[in-house]
């Protein structure tokens, strides 16, 4: 029997990458592999999941390499003794395929990981959810327009973004030791798995480029995310007779359009409305009379039923990959307006939604009043077929199953020939 190991710092469902391994790992069981997880112990405990666990650490080993990263920059390299336990359990599971998602997580040592990877002939894929693996420092760069990537780094704009340092900006080492560790993977036995076309063309410019690329977009449950009954939900959050222009963030940051939007709503008319999802405290204090804040919705049903329900999906992101908003808005019948941002604009199609340029508030009231016009009603067989088409994620997953028997194969080719 196959094996797959997979390494994220975080296991539980309710993150993105959590689930996403989760998921893969259990069609990696059904199609005959055996399935493994390694991640942060002191992140998650032990969590429900049918891969064999591997915790990776402990609390005090997450807490040390957050002071470290804090004061020193020095994330990804403290946390030795937990990275050579994983080593030695990795030597002994002696997998076929090692997929890796994130490794900046406060768990792992990635010069002792990549020196281990390096020197054994294990084809290893890594899903590139964010930039941290070809930057200095940060994990994404497009919302200040910082290139220094492409050069080196050095004197961080971003020292105090995550992973956060006060003290010390040690971004240009950190290239130089970044580059060294990762580039040590010779190039038949590393694949690169960008979510969006765009991250792709932005590591075509590092020092990841001579590394074969193959996209894998995310997918979503196409199940729960279908165009849902929506009386409940107008009424509970009083948006009956209303023009419903959702937006929907884990955290409103800056990067992801909070003051764009709070500029949209100086410029609706009474029978529009804006609804936030994601909104704490402070932000709630701060919104005008037509945004209704939602910290956070009861389930994902009632999520289903707000982008239902939502005229248009808003998403004045200024840096993003590949936002699965996008694609659950679309899945449940409702058109996208994003900003030219990343990867938000692959998943949004002249049927699906439209496209105006960043900061461009205006262009995003004129995309909402043609879908006004339109009537959203033209939308939703042409967003839902789309979704089904490329969204599934039983779809997506089968890709790396794919991918992980091709790689398993060539090795093997590999060592009947020596």
């Avoid at 029997?1 to 994220?8: A, E, F, T, Y």
Wanted: charged letters at 25%.
């Amino acid at each position: 029997m196959k094996k797959l190991l997979q390494i994220n710092p975080v296991l539980r469902t309710n993150t993105s990458t959590g689930r996403i391994m989760q998921e893969i790992g259990e069609l990696a069981i059904q199609n005959g592999w055996e399935s493994y997880i390694a991640y942060s112990y002191g992140r998650d405990g032990v969590k429900p999941c049918r891969s064999k666990q591997i915790p990776v650490g402990n609390k005090w080993d997450v807490a040390l390499h957050g002071v470290v990263t804090r004061l020193f920059d020095a994330h990804g390299l403290m946390s030795q003794v937990a990275t050579q336990k994983l080593v030695d359990q990795i030597q002994k599971i002696k997998p076929d395929v090692i997929h890796i998602h994130n490794i900046h997580g406060y768990f792992l040592n990635y010069q002792i990981l990549f020196d281990f990877l390096s020197q054994n002939d294990i084809p290893v894929i890594w899903t590139v959810h964010d930039c941290w693996l070809y930057t200095g420092h940060c994990y994404y760069y497009t919302f200040i327009g910082c290139n220094k990537w492409q050069t080196g780094c050095g004197h961080c704009p971003q020292q105090r973004k995550f992973p956060a340092s006060w003290l010390t900006d040690r971004s240009r080492q950190n290239f130089i030791d970044k580059k060294e560790a990762f580039t040590s993977v010779p190039t038949d036995r590393l694949t690169i798995v960008p979510v969006s076309e765009w991250i792709k063309g932005e590591m075509k410019k590092s020092f990841f480029k001579d590394y074969p690329f193959q996209v894998i977009h995310n997918g979503i449950n196409t199940e729960v995310f279908k165009l849902s009954e929506t009386e409940e939900v107008k009424s509970k959050y009083g948006l009956k007779g209303k023009h419903i222009l959702l937006g929907v963030a884990a955290l409103w940051h800056p990067e992801k359009g909070v003051a764009d939007f709070l500029q949209l709503a100086s410029m609706l008319h009474e029978d529009e409305v804006i609804v936030m999802i994601g909104v704490d405290e402070k932000l709630q204090k701060r919104l005008p009379h037509n945004v209704v804040g939602i910290k956070r919705t009861e389930n994902i049903r009632q999520m289903a039923e707000l982008y239902s329900a939502a005229t248009a999906f808003v998403n004045p992101t200024w840096q993003d990959n590949y936002p699965t908003v996008n694609l659950e808005a679309i899945a449940c019948g409702t058109p996208v307006v994003t900003y030219r941002t990343g990867g938000s604009v692959e998943a949004v199609t002249p049927e699906t939604g439209f496209i105006v340029e960043r900061g461009d508030v205006d262009g995003l009231l004129q995309a909402v009043r043609i879908i006004e016009q339109r009537g959203k009603a033209s939308y939703i067989e042409p967003c839902r077929n789309y979704a089904l088409a490329h969204f599934k994620k039983e779809d997506r997953y089968a890709d790396y199953i794919r991918l992980y028997n091709k790689l398993a194969a060539s090795t093997k080719n590999r060592a009947d020939r020596i």
